[in-house]
């Protein structure tokens, strides 16, 4: 057996999948999961754990693996994970647990995000779900969104016996796991949907279609609707904008708009009436997770697609494999590249974009090389469509009509990191509406801690 070399996964051929939104990835067999599980150390001090946002006792659930006990791995697994079928494809484990892994230092590190994925799978198609709490509290709590963080609150609170009700905005559940992850990368009816099945297996009610803010505040909520703690999971998705002439032409997106037209309305398949004018030559302006997914998905509309990020390749702040998987079906990279001012025609539509050619000076705040623009460098690029990847800010909407809620200065709700308890009594918070956009993990991790802080208040009651 090669210890060194993880067992590599299947995978979609780049020609064949470039061309639909079926998932890229095809996951471990059993027999390829027993065997990636068979290079794990068993580490007597594990690093890997350590590494884990939801802290998942990494090493106990692979040995259940390597044993055979696939159904054993999972509800280790959902000790500590409400969505372990979705940390699987799209958390960064390459700079989380596996970066920490002892197997690591020789040879490539235990494949822990595809083993919890396989662990996952097996569980939703052999109909296995997590244990319910048989103990229940006579308490409610009501969360706010139903994206990662909200649903890892929900299920933590759940599980802990609380009367948990989920309040989303849109008219499906699962907030970005929906409306801002691919189908090619997280396919919705059944991953997702069975991951969200689960979490109101555990006794969590969700409501679609309530704006809270509009139709409820939180203040009703708690004065009113009978609430005893409010969990605020709201997410990041306000886009923003660089600012340069021509944002404001027909074919300019954010990547958020183009994503959800196709992710949540289905824009990519014949029948649904989501139109989206999709593009044949198409600029993506950012370098993150979101600019791949959405420079993946116009590639998949029939497109020519550039990447333009002002920085060079080390420098990207996307997975590497999402780096890897554009490559490899077509997207094309314009590094070192920063955009000018967006063309625009005689009708309002993006004809072009100027851009300049950047490089890399001293290192800024960030800790990264500043990009400064090289002199007489200007070009235009051919386009029809222009999406910009740029980040998102939490909507404003909660934070207007809320007293006592304290904002920092970006916006976002100002939460206590171990705990998520904000400066109202009773309202707690986490994810991207107190971080910013941040991953979908890093989410789950403070929803869990913000489940703790709230169980932890209301015992105190």
């Not at 308490?139 to 139903?146: L, R």
């Not at 990547?255 to 196709?262: H, S, V």
């Not at 009594?425 to 993990?441: E, H, L, N, P, R």
Request: hydrophobic content about 40%.
């Amino acid at each position: 057996m090669d210890v060194l070399n993880r067992v590599p996964v299947r995978e979609q051929a780049a020609a064949e999948r470039a061309h639909n939104f079926d998932e890229v990835c095809l996951g471990y067999s059993l027999e390829e999961a027993k065997a990636e599980a068979d290079r794990c150390l068993k580490c007597k001090n594990p690093k890997c754990q350590t590494g884990c946002p939801v802290n998942i006792d990494i090493p106990r659930f692979i040995a259940k693996i390597g044993e055979n006990d696939v159904e054993g791995a999972y509800n280790v697994i959902s000790e500590y994970s409400a969505l372990p079928a979705i940390c699987g494809r799209v958390c960064p484990q390459e700079s989380q647990c596996e970066a920490k892994c002892i197997r690591g230092i020789k040879g490539d590190a235990i494949s822990i995000g595809k083993l919890e994925r396989f662990a996952a799978d097996y569980a939703r198609e052999h109909g296995i779900r997590p244990a319910v709490c048989a103990e229940k509290k006579d308490k409610k709590v009501a969360v706010i969104g139903s994206g990662p963080a909200g649903l890892t609150c929900a299920g933590e609170l759940a599980k802990m016996g609380y009367e948990v009700t989920i309040l989303e905005a849109l008219h499906e559940p699962g907030g970005v796991l929906v409306y801002g992850i691919p189908e090619f990368r997280l396919p919705k009816s059944t991953v997702v949907k069975s991951e969200i099945e689960n979490v109101k297996a555990l006794g969590v009610k969700i409501e679609t279609n309530v704006v809270v803010g509009k139709s409820v505040t939180i203040d009703e909520l708690l004065n009113e609707e009978g609430f005893d703690a409010v969990f605020i999971g709201s997410g990041a998705g306000l886009p923003k904008f660089m600012g340069i002439p021509g944002e404001n032409a027909n074919g300019v997106f954010s990547a958020n708009e183009y994503l959800t037209r196709n992710n949540l309305m289905k824009a990519f398949l014949d029948g649904y009436d989501t139109p989206i004018s999709a593009g044949k030559k198409v600029a993506v302006v950012g370098g993150g997770n979101v600019a791949m997914d959405a420079a993946r998905t116009a590639l998949r509309l029939g497109a020519t697609v550039y990447i333009v990020y002002r920085r060079g390749e080390a420098e990207l702040p996307a997975r590497v494999e999402e780096v890897h998987h554009a490559k490899e079906e077509g997207v094309i990279f314009k590094l070192l590249t920063n955009p000018k001012e967006i063309l625009v025609d005689e009708n309002g539509w993006v004809k072009g974009m100027r851009c300049v050619e950047m490089e890399l000076g001293e290192p800024d705040a960030s800790g990264r090389r500043r990009p400064i623009e090289k002199a007489d460098s200007e070009f235009v690029l051919d386009l029809d469509t222009v999406i910009m990847s740029l980040g998102t800010s939490p909507n404003p909407l909660i934070s207007s009509v809320t007293k006592d809620l304290e904002i920092n200065a970006r916006g976002c709700i100002a939460a206590a990191e171990e705990d998520g308890s904000t400066s109202k009594k009773a309202v707690f918070a986490g994810g991207d509406a107190v971080t910013g956009a941040a991953t979908v993990i890093l989410a789950m991790g403070a929803g869990k801690a913000a489940a703790k802080g709230i169980d932890e208040y209301l015992s105190q009651k």
